[in-house]
Each structure stands twice: as C-alpha cells, then as structure tokens.
Nanobody, 124 residues
C-alpha cells in the first residue's frame, strides 16, 4: 500500500503561481511512477503530468506544457507540481497519484494509489 498526502493548494489570483507537494509513504517511493491529476467541478478527472522513477522523464497534458512543471525528490519521498501563470480554468481539486508500473501513462485509470486531493482556486 501507498499513502499519498497532498498540500499546497489555495486561492490565488489569475497570473499567480502555486507549488503543490505530495508526500508518499508505505512503499519504496523511487519505484513508483508519480502523476498529478485534476478534477474541475462537474467534470471528469483530467491528466496533468507524470514523472518516472528517476525524474529524468516527464510528460504533460498538451494544454499545460510550459506553465506546469512536475518534479520529485526521492530522498524526501515527495513529488511536486509547480504551476505558473495560473488561469481561472485551472480551478480544480488536484490529486497526486502513483503507479507501480514501469511506464508513463496519461490514462488516469492506470494509477493504483491516490491522495485525498487539494483544492486550487484561481480568481479572475
């Protein structure tokens, strides 16, 4: 089992930045593919970004490239999501997810473990 706890959400004005963190426990963190997924009100969960075990490979939703950056610190068992130039349409609950598989994927259902989510609200 893997436990994931997100933090760093909040209310920010459009154009601002936030950094989300996700602390993992319960399994060797460096063996996990990590991802961020978001869910806006009334919408399905949407893939945001994923990162491989070493941090050397990342993949982003096309619409978010250049504004969001995923990273990880295996020594701290933590994955991060740096979000810049935030827009009102970025408002959502952001979830941290983990997969024990060895490949990166944008398919949300592939991820085995989920955090409880952190609310991000962007005001116009």
């Amino acid at each position: 089992q893997v436990q994931l706890v997100e933090s760093g959400g909040g209310l920010v004005q459009a154009g601002g930045s936030l950094r989300l963190s996700c602390a993992a426990s319960g399994r060797t963190f460096s063996n996990l593919v990590m991802a961020w997924v978001r869910q806006a009100p009334g919408k399905e969960r949407e893939f945001v970004a994923t990162i491989n075990w070493s941090g050397g490979r990342t993949y982003y939703a096309d619409s978010l490239k250049g504004r969001f950056t995923i990273s990880r610190d295996n020594a701290k068992n933590t994955v991060y999501l740096q979000m810049n130039s935030l827009k009102p349409e970025d408002t959502a609950v952001y979830y941290c997810a983990a997969s024990s598989k060895t490949f990166l994927t944008i398919v949300v259902a592939t991820y085995d473990y989920w955090g409880q989510g952190t609310q991000v609200t962007i005001s116009s």
